[in-house]
C-alpha cells in the first residue's frame, strides 16, 4: 500500500483567490491523480499528473483553472484559481501502485470552503 | 475508462445483518476495486480482484467478479455501525466513479 498525505487538510477561502493542495506520497509511484468531490456528489476526476510531463486534464477542466506541478516522483500540488463558491469541495489526490499489483489509493483530502 | 454503477443507492440494515452491494459494468477488465468513504473523508481501498479470480475474502469483506455477466459484488457479514459508510466500485484503468451504495447501520 501507500501512505499518502495531503495539506491543508481543510481551509476556508475567500472568492477570488487561490490555494494550493500538497499531495505526498510515502514512495515512488509514476501516475498520480487529482479528484474533485462536491457535497453530496461522488468523485470527479480532474487530472492525471504523470512526472516529467504536462498534466492531463478531463473534458470540463482546464489548466489555467486548475494548475497542476509534479516536480519528482513523491509529491504532487494542484491548485484552485480565482475561486468561486461552486469550487467548494473535497479535493483528493490519488496515486496508481501498478508495479505493486494495480491498486489505487487515496489520500484523506482537502476540505475547500470558498465564501 | 469507464464507470462502475452500483446498486443498490441506499441500503439500511440491523448491525449483525449481512450487507449486499453490487457492481456492473461495461467492458472487459482486467481488474476492479472497491472503496469505503465515510463522511466527508478520503477513500479507503477495500480490496483488488482480478479477471482470473471469482471470488476474494478480506476478513468480513467478501468480493465476488463474474466476467460473463460484467458485474461484481461486495458482501460485508456482521455489519457493525462503523460500516455505515459510501461504497464505490471502480473498473480498471482510470478511476471513474459512479453514486456508489450508501450503507447505513443502525445499532
Known sequence: ????????????????????????VDSQVTMMFW???????????????????EATYESGFVIDKFPISRPNLTFS???????????????????????????QFFGPGTRLTVL | SQQGEEDPQALSIQEGENAT???SYKTSINNLQWYRQNSGRGLVH??????????????RLRVTL???????????????????ASYFCAPQGKLIFGQGTTLQVKP
Not at chain 1, 46 to 52: F, M, R, S
Not at chain 1, 78 to 101: F, H, K, Q, W
Request: charged letters at 20%; hydrophobic letters at 30%; proline letters at 3%.
Open chain 2, 21 to 23: 452491494m453490487n457492481c
Open chain 1, 1 to 24: 500500500s501507500a501512505v499518502i498525505s495531503q495539506k491543508p487538510s481543510r481551509d476556508i477561502c475567500q472568492r477570488g483567490t487561490s490555494l494550493t493542495i500538497q499531495c505526498q
Open chain 2, 46 to 59: 477495500l480490496i483488488l480482484i482480478r479477471s482470473n479470480e471469482r471470488e476474494k475474502h478480506s476478513g
Open chain 2, 66 to 84: 463474474d466476467t460473463s455477466k460484467k458485474s461484481s459484488s461486495l458482501l460485508i457479514t456482521a455489519s457493525r455501525a462503523a460500516d455505515t
Open chain 1, 35 to 53: 479528484y474533485r468531490q462536491q457535497p453530496g456528489q461522488s468523485l470527479t476526476l480532474i487530472a492525471t499528473a504523470n512526472q516529467g510531463s
Open chain 1, 77 to 103: 500540488t494542484l491548485t484552485v484559481s480565482n475561486m468561486s463558491p461552486e469550487d467548494s469541495s473535497i479535493y483528493l489526490c490519488s496515486v496508481d501502485l501498478r508495479l505493486a499489483g494495480g491498486e
